[in-house]
């Protein structure tokens, strides 16, 4: 299952965080997931992550972004420098399908999947559903699904091709 997701990355005039203090993630019952640094140095500029059951009320193709943007704004002004701190440009971007969605029962999906396709030796699955969102898992389980082609077509030919 995959939800929407709305993204903004918002340079200001003078910098929002401080070196120390670079990200605020907020809990399911806030609009914004997160607002954080776009970078170690850039202090100014800021990526605020829209998701959640709280986003999904307000977030869609039809968002008018600067008035995100300004909600944005005004959750984090109370811990981080930016009330009248001048906003100098912005991309925006709304994404559906955005971020997958894991059910409490999502290992019986993959056992699922796996019965069936995990036979087939030409077939190596990777993606976010499968190892976890995160860019590193997904990087772990494209790197499972080449191990995968290359043992059951090098190493193991005898076994049956689809
Ligand atoms: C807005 C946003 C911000 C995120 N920020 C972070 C972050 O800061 N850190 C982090 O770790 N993760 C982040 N994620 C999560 C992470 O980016 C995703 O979980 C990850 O990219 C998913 O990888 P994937 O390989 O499953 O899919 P994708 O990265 O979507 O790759 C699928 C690829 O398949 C291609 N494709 C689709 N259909 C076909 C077809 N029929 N034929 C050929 N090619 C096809 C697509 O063009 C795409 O290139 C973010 C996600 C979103 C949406």
């Known amino acids: 299952m995959y ?3 709305a ?3 918002v340079k200001y005039r ?6 120390d203090l670079r ?5 399911n019952s806030s609009f914004l997931s997160n607002a954080g640094a776009y970078g170690i ?3 100014d500029l800021v990526r605020y992550t829209f998701s959640g059951v709280a986003a999904r009320k307000l977030i869609s193709s039809e968002t008018n972004s600067e008035n995100l943007i300004s909600i944005a704004e005004k959750i984090i002004e109370e811990y981080f420098n930016v009330k009248g701190n001048k906003r100098e440009d912005y991309v925006y971007r709304y994404l559906d399908p955005g971020l997958c969605a894991y059910s ?6 993959l056992q699922k999947i796996e019965q ?5 030796r030409n077939i190596g699955l990777t993606g976010d559903y499968w190892r976890g969102a995160s ?6 389980s494209a790197e499972e699904a080449v191990q995968k082609l290359i043992y059951m077509n090098d190493i193991a030919p005898e076994h049956e091709s689809c």
């Open 41 to 43: 140095n850039d202090l």
């Open 116 to 120: 069936v396709l995990g036979p087939f």
């Open 135 to 140: 860019i590193e898992a997904c990087f772990r």
């Open 23 to 27: 990200a605020m993630i907020f809990d």
């Open 7 to 9: 993204v903004a990355v």
């Open 3 to 5: 939800y929407p997701v």
């Open 104 to 109: 409490s029962y999502h290992y019986k999906l």
């Open 14 to 19: 003078n910098d929002i965080f401080q070196s």
